[in-house]
């Protein structure tokens, strides 16, 4: 049975109902007092009723530090992840309770995102994390009566794979965007150098270069073994990890790093990788350049024309570079034609 007091000119509802937590609401008028009550009482007559008090009194602030505790750690991109979810407990929605985020607020803030010029996949990235922690916590905080609100609006479109390379043009003094960006690393901090030669020379992406450990590198068989990489769950045959074949250049490079007790080839963390290659290109005065554009300018300059045989070439490729969004061919006239898929 409903009851209804008038306290500072607000109406509060109280329902009391045997085997069902008691439920307790203020609102401007009794005539809404009312209408609520009506709805909680016959949610709980038809055995439908789901206790919201929790969905309405954690904000997503409180929710986004939960989910940061409990679920990014187990991602592999948590630091990015976490750098996400700061950004979203200084908007103005992290103050609101999750049951009253509705679909059209995250509309209007994906709106205003596009229109101040982030981009398309930025505003994906951070909407799927939004919508992440609405699935956990329906699933399993007991938040039951939730739904979720990013499954109610147009999330943008995945941009197009970038194709950024380093331009070969050289600038007035004869150097190359390559010899600049190279020239700068090397002034910065002592593991930016070799990481970012290592990324030309074998493909291998900054996460799966700062994973690298030194009983995974065979410089004899130049080769190096990566336990765990970004696809390991889409391949058929369930495999972990891939053998990257090691250029001479490559293995000049792992040479000339001096070994820690980590056991690590990089102990670094990501964002701090992130922030000294963003440096030393505007040092460099290179635009529009990431770190993953160097795995696209390895896929894209290689060529087959090194001292080992041509199957042992395609075998080694064929773990490196997959799977597919774009294809890189051959130069080597002993493997004219020979496509080699690449991401």
């Known amino acids: ?32 007092a009312e209408a609520w009550a009506a709805v909680m009482e016959s949610e709980m007559a038809r055995g439908v009723f789901v206790d919201r008090t929790e969905a309405e009194s954690t904000t997503l602030a409180d929710a986004l530090d939960r989910y940061e505790r409990e679920v990014t750690p187990n991602k592999k991109g948590a630091p990015q992840e976490r750098l996400r979810i ?34 398309p996949t930025t505003v994906r990235n951070d909407l799927a994390v939004i919508s992440h922690l609405f699935t956990i916590a329906v699933k399993e905080w007991g938040l039951e009566s939730l739904t979720n609100p990013i499954e ?84 058929k045959d369930r495999t972990k990890g891939r053998d990257v074949p090691l250029s001479a250049s490559a293995i000049s490079v792992f040479k000339a790093i001096t070994r820690n007790i980590s056991g690590n080839v990089f102990s670094i963390g990501t964002m701090a990788v992130v922030h000294a ?13 990431h770190f993953h554009d160097l795995r696209h300018e390895a896929t894209s300059r290689l060529q087959v024309n090194t001292l080992v045989e041509s199957d042992t070439i395609l075998l080694a490729l064929s773990q490196v570079f997959r799977p597919a969004t774009g294809m890189c061919w051959c130069r080597s006239s002993a493997m004219a034609g020979i496509g080699i898929i690449c991401d």
């Not at 607000?10 to 439920?23: D, E, H, L, S, V």
């Not at 090397?186 to 009983?215: C, F, H």
């Open 1 to 32: 049975m409903a009851t209804f007091q008038k306290r500072s000119g607000n109406w509060r509802a109280i329902i009391t109902k045997k085997g069902y937590p008691r439920q307790t609401k203020t609102f401007d008028s009794k005539a809404e």
């Open 152 to 235: 109610k609006i147009k999330v943008p479109s995945a941009a197009k794979a970038r194709e950024r390379r380093l331009s070969n043009v050289p600038d007035d003094d004869e150097n190359t965007e390559e010899t600049r960006l190279l020239a700068e690393c090397d002034k910065g901090p002592k593991y930016l150098g070799p990481m970012v030669r290592l990324s030309i020379e074998t493909g291998m992406r900054q996460g799966e270069l700062l994973a690298l450990k030194w009983n995974n590198i065979d410089l004899k068989r130049q080769v190096a073994h990566l336990d765990e990489t970004k696809n390991d769950h889409s391949r």
């Open 277 to 289: 290659f963003q440096r030393a290109c505007k040092r460099a005065n290179i635009e529009d350049l």
């Open 86 to 119: 700061a950004a979203w407990k200084r908007d103005p929605l992290a103050l609101r309770s999750l049951a009253s985020i509705r679909g059209a607020d995250l509309a209007k803030w994906r709106d205003s995102r596009l229109a101040g010029g982030t981009s």
